[in-house]
């Protein structure tokens, strides 16, 4: 009985501890789907967990490609982990090019979601990454704004 309760005392200390490293939770994901807008309709969602980025290196980047469909509107919205150390932000690709970001490194302006409207079918990349190159997790979804 006594042992029983030690290793209750103790997973209950470190639980926390080890929860705190996962990735996003479904709740996350459908708080994340629900703050895109009634107007949207869910495609994908990206669980982003990210570690650090060392000294003297490039940022931590997920990068995902998605294939996208002309003359149809999209929004990526990005949602941190409650206790995530960085705010998640999406970057969108064509071919190399950066279509757009929800965060501005000039102005240091990071928005929750970003519309876009396709105007070529194709295979579009989505860089994930933190503001930073803080460590964090959190999700990505992607909408068809209808």
């Given at each position: ?8 005392t103790i997973?209950?200390?470190?639980l926390?501890?080890?929860?705190a490293g ?5 709740d996350?994901?459908?708080?994340c789907?629900i ?9 994908k ?5 990210l570690?650090k980025a060392?000294?003297d ?11 996208l ?6 929004r ?5 982990t ?19 970001s929800?965060y ?10 970003v ?9 579009y990349t989505i ?5 930073d ?7 990505g ?6």
């Amino acid at each position: 009985m006594r042992n029983s309760l030690i290793i209750l005392t103790i997973a209950l200390v470190f639980l926390p501890l080890a929860a705190a490293g996962q990735p996003a939770s479904d709740d996350v994901v459908s708080s994340c789907v629900i703050s895109a807008g009634e107007n949207t309709t869910y495609l994908k969602d990206f669980r982003v967990q990210l570690p650090k980025a060392a000294p003297d290196a490039a940022v931590p980047v997920y990068k995902a490609n998605i294939y996208l469909m002309r003359n149809m509107k999209y929004r990526f919205s990005v949602c941190d982990t409650p206790g995530s150390g960085g705010e998640l932000f999406i970057t969108l690709y064509d071919q190399g090019k950066e279509i757009i970001s929800s965060y501005n490194s000039s102005s240091g302006k990071k928005y929750s979601s970003v519309d876009f409207f396709c105007n070529k079918t194709g295979l579009y990349t989505i860089w994930y990454s933190f503001i930073d190159g803080k460590q964090g997790s959190g999700v990505g979804v992607v909408c068809m704004i209808r």
